[in-house]
T-cell receptor, first 109, second 113 residues
C-alpha cells in the first residue's frame, strides 16, 4: 500500500468554480502535512502547510482529519493559473517526506 | 539566483556510462536531499544528508551514490547508468524540524538510452 494516495484526476473545471480533492495517508504517526503545487515537469513548490484545525490561504483551504487519516484541499473561485498538479505530502519524522503521485487540476476558460 | 541550482537541466547518456548530477543551494540549510520522480509514482527519496559528514540512504539508493562536498553542495552519481534510471531528478534542501517544507531545484531530466 502506498504511504500517500491521491485521486490522480484530472479535475476539469470552469473558471470561477470550486474544486476539492483529498488524499489519504497510511502512517498514523505522521507529524506534518503539506500541499505542494507542481507545474508541468517543473519543481514542486510549497503551496501551504496543513494544520489540525484547518487553515486558509486566500482561495485555498486545507483540512486535516487525523482520525480518518486524510487531508483535503479546496480551491475557490478557480483561476486559469490554478491549473497544475497538486501533491499531497506527509512528513512522518524529522526528515522523511512521503509524496502522493499528485492530483491534476485543469481550469478552463 | 535560484535558491537551489541543479546542473545539468537535461542529459541524455548511454547505458553503462557514469554520470554526475550537481546541486548547490544558497539557503544556508544543512539538510539536502535527492529525489527522483517517475510518472504515477510520486517523488521517491534516493539519498539525504543532514550535514557534510552525514550521508544516508533513502528508499531507492541502489545504483546511486552521493557526495557532500560542502554545506551548499550535494552531488548524485550514477556509476553505471541503466535505462530504468531515466527519470526527473530533484535536489532539495530544508531547515531542521518537522514543520519545515522543502525547497526544490528545478530538476534534471535524465534519459538513459
Amino acid at each position: 500500500r502506498k504511504e500517500v494516495e491521491q485521486d490522480p484526476g484530472p479535475f476539469n473545471v470552469p473558471e470561477g468554480a470550486t474544486v476539492a480533492f483529498n488524499c489519504t495517508y497510511s502512517n498514523s504517526a505522521s507529524q506534518s502535512f503539506f500541499w505542494y503545487r507542481q507545474d508541468c515537469r517543473k519543481e514542486p513548490k510549497l503551496l501551504m502547510s496543513v494544520y489540525s484545525s484547518g487553515n486558509e490561504d486566500g482561495r485555498f483551504t486545507a483540512q486535516l482529519n487525523r482520525a480518518s487519516q486524510y487531508i483535503s484541499l479546496l480551491i475557490r473561485d478557480s483561476k486559469l493559473s490554478d491549473s497544475a498538479t497538486y501533491l499531497c505530502v506527509v512528513k512522518s519524522n524529522d526528515y522523511k517526506l512521503s509524496f502522493g503521485a499528485g492530483t491534476t487540476v485543469t481550469v478552463r476558460a | 539566483d535560484a535558491d537551489v541550482t541543479q546542473t545539468p537541466r537535461n542529459r541524455i547518456t548511454k547505458t553503462g556510462k557514469r554520470i554526475m548530477l550537481e546541486c548547490s543551494q544558497t539557503k544556508g540549510h544543512d539538510r539536502m536531499y535527492w529525489y527522483r520522480q517517475d510518472p504515477g509514482l510520486g517523488l521517491r527519496l534516493i539519498y539525504y544528508s543532514f550535514d557534510v559528514k552525514d550521508i544516508n540512504k533513502g528508499e531507492i539508493s541502489d545504483g546511486y551514490s552521493v557526495s557532500r562536498q560542502a554545506q551548499a553542495k550535494f552531488s548524485l552519481s550514477l556509476e553505471s547508468a541503466i535505462p530504468n534510471q531515466t527519470a526527473l531528478y530533484f535536489c532539495a534542501t530544508s531547515g531542521q524540524g518537522t514543520n519545515y517544507g522543502y525547497t526544490f531545484g528545478s530538476g534534471t531530466r535524465l534519459t538513459v538510452v
